[in-house]
């Protein structure tokens, strides 16, 4: 369950602010606390210098070209700016801690869990609180599925257009604006945006206005994405409609010669959200003027970067950003783990994991990827006709017989002279694929029966018989990780990968987590294939998300592992390696008594005759033990 945390401050850095903040749950509002923050013009004088230090950065950023300031020694300006960085992180939790804000933060920690999932929206047209570096609060810190987002102070919910019913749509709808690329490369973002799964993308190179319009129009967008120069300016200019007042406003360069602000195509993106827009995207600098725009246009989520943003910044941020996002992370978890990542580059570009924001209207839930495609809550039938590929009938004992006899001596060219002979070359091309399944299913018979040397000849004979089975090495790999060759279970898994065999890549994937120790090809392999389970397979898609919450609680990455590993329980909760996993999660960020519960499920579910069960078994029996 998500909790929502609503910060609401008025006043302004010289006269101090009342702050009064809400908890709500899914049931509604939990709890009022109210306190106040200093007046603090030191911050603000530590913010306008940090900021200023950062601007004048060489290093090519994404906003435009004639703004870019050069200057020498670079290392010392990078130390200086990271320096000034430290200073305001100080500063602001000291701001945090000061004596009318203590009630808001403990009662915070009274009632929120470091293990449940938090939004915090800070409620504010405050120009210094909207750039303050939030994520360094120490609750943010210490709450690992907590992550901040800016919100307007006056919002509406979007009135999407009404649908008689739910659509299923094959693929995310994302309009991507390449705009002015003078020194930077969008051609890195135009290469990720296209890997995605599931996604129709179309792009704008460098369009005219009327041509952005004209496509916000015609079709209807899940997503909206834009790659170039941006900034923010003063709004200085009489533009449409008339009612629109802004202090500030975000301008993106579309073209070479051509710039726009999100209100000359206000009427065009008040369609796109008619017509379902759910996230836009601004993959450019100093973009905290568009966000402005959120509460008059009623979008209900966007990303932008608070400050002039590197270009490979950028770019490292939307990868990691969009694989978490596709890949069936929340939205949040999702920035929030690629927002942190971006500390890594730190080096060479300071505070890269201060710059992307998300700007929410509070009246909006957050989308996961599946809910863009509309295939959410729709029944199975409507959306994949084709049964399993795996639910192969069992073969009449008769054939197994016929088997038997011809696996003995040279079978290969035996089954293939006297399907060739009786049948023909026709006959061959339409029998061999029955023969396989018949002979994989006659193999996995035996060996659950212990044949193991029947069971391997029958499945050798399979894949002969069918190589583009993809079922047949996945079946193989089962026996030969249950007799312990791990290298041939590995070459057989990798085999049905190749074939796009969704339940491959989870076993493939356990392999790396528990006999290779790399668990980061085993994240990769997950994220590759699960957008190939198909929508209602609940069973495969468990295991796909508790392999993934493994591999991050082997990380260290607990944020994401609980969050993958509670969508496991809630795909099936009464299978156990979910539950004994959470449990470890729970340990690994500090709530040993939220995980003797989950200690209390795994032993509840678990089987011994499974090894990695009998394992956490002993685990689990050991903790409630001696609690």
């Known amino acids: 369950m998500t909790k929502v945390v609503f910060l609401k401050p008025d006043g302004n850095m010289e006269t101090g602010f009342r702050v009064s903040v809400e908890i709500l749950n899914e049931g509604g509002r939990e709890r009022e606390i109210r306190g106040n923050l200093p007046p603090n013009p030191e911050l603000a004088d530590a913010m306008n210098k940090h900021w200023e230090k950062y601007r004048d950065l060489d290093i090519p950023k994404r906003i435009k070209p004639k703004s870019i300031k050069h200057n020498s020694s670079p290392i010392d300006e990078i130390k200086s700016v990271y320096k000034s960085g430290e200073n305001l992180k100080l500063l602001t939790n000291q701001w945090l801690k000061s004596e009318g804000f203590r009630d808001i933060d403990i009662g915070l920690r009274e009632e929120l869990k470091p293990s449940e999932k938090v939004r915090v929206l800070i409620q504010t ?40 019913t739910i659509v299923a749509k094959p693929q995310v709808r994302i309009l991507a604006i390449l705009g002015c690329s003078t020194n930077i490369d969008v051609e890195k973002d135009k290469e990720l945006l296209e890997k995605l799964p599931n996604a129709k993308v179309v792009f704008l190179d460098q369009p005219k206005r009327h041509q952005i319009n004209d496509k916000l129009w015609e079709q209807s967008w899940d997503i909206i994405f834009f790659a170039g120069h941006g900034e923010t300016e003063k709004d200085d200019k009489d533009v449409e409609p008339k009612d ?38 601004f993959n450019s600098c100093d973009g905290l003027g568009l966000a402005r725009c959120l509460d008059d246009l009623e979008i209900p989520q966007m990303i932008v970067m608070r400050e002039m943003v590197p270009d490979f910044v950028a770019q490292q941020f939307l990868k990691d950003f969009l694989n978490n996002f596709a890949g069936g992370t929340s939205l949040y978890q999702a920035f929030r783990d690629a927002r942190e990542k971006l500390q890594g580059l730190e080096t060479n570009f300071p505070c890269a994991s201060w710059l992307p924001i998300i700007c929410q209207n509070p009246a909006v839930e957050p989308p996961i990827w599946a809910n863009l495609r509309g295939t959410d809550n729709l029944p199975i039938q409507e959306i ?32 293939a002279a006297l399907l060739l002979l009786t049948c023909g070359v026709v006959g061959w091309q339409y029998a061999s694929p029955k023969l396989a399944v018949a002979a994989n299913n006659i193999g996995f018979d035996r060996f659950q029966k212990g044949d193991l040397v029947n069971a391997r000849q029958f499945l050798g004979l399979a894949s002969i018989l069918n190589p583009y089975n993809r079922v047949i090495p996945y079946t193989l790999g089962w026996i030969c990780q249950d007799l312990n060759d791990i290298n041939c279970a590995r070459k057989n898994y990798e085999h049905s990968v190749e074939l796009g065999f969704p339940n491959a890549y989870t076993q493939l994937a356990r392999l790396y987590i528990v006999h290779y120790k790399n668990y980061g090809t085993a994240v990769n392999l997950l994220l590759q294939g699960l957008p190939l389970v198909k929508v209602g397979d609940d069973t495969t898609m468990y295991s796909f998300q508790k392999n993934l919450g493994w591999a991050r609680l082997e990380q260290g990455r607990y944020g994401e592992a609980l969050e993958r590993l509670e969508t496991a329980i809630k795909l099936d909760s009464k299978r156990a390696p979910a539950y004994c996993l959470k449990a470890q999660v729970l340990e690994g960020m500090k709530d040993p008594k939220a995980a003797l519960k989950e200690w209390q499920s795994c032993l509840k579910y678990a089987d011994s005759q499974d090894a990695d069960e009998d394992r956490w078994i002993g685990m689990g029996k050991e903790r409630l033990n001696s609690k």
């Open 125 to 164: 047209e405050d120009d210094y609180l909207r750039k303050l570096p939030w994520h360094s609060w120490d609750f943010v810190q210490r709450y690992h599925l907590a992550e901040v987002a800016i919100s307007p102070v006056e919002y509406k919910k979007p009135k999407p257009k009404p649908s008689p």
């Open 384 to 415: 994949f006709s084709e049964p399993p590929v795996e639910n192969h009938p069992i073969p009449l004992n008769g054939i197994s017989q016929l088997f038997r006899r011809i696996t003995k001596g040279n079978y290969k060219l035996k089954l």
């Open 244 to 281: 629109v007042e802004r202090k500030d406003v975000g301008r993106i360069h579309i073209n070479k010669t051509d710039s726009l602000t999100l209100a000359e195509v206000w009427y065009g993106l008040k369609k796109a959200v008619e017509n379902g827009l759910q996230l836009a995207i």
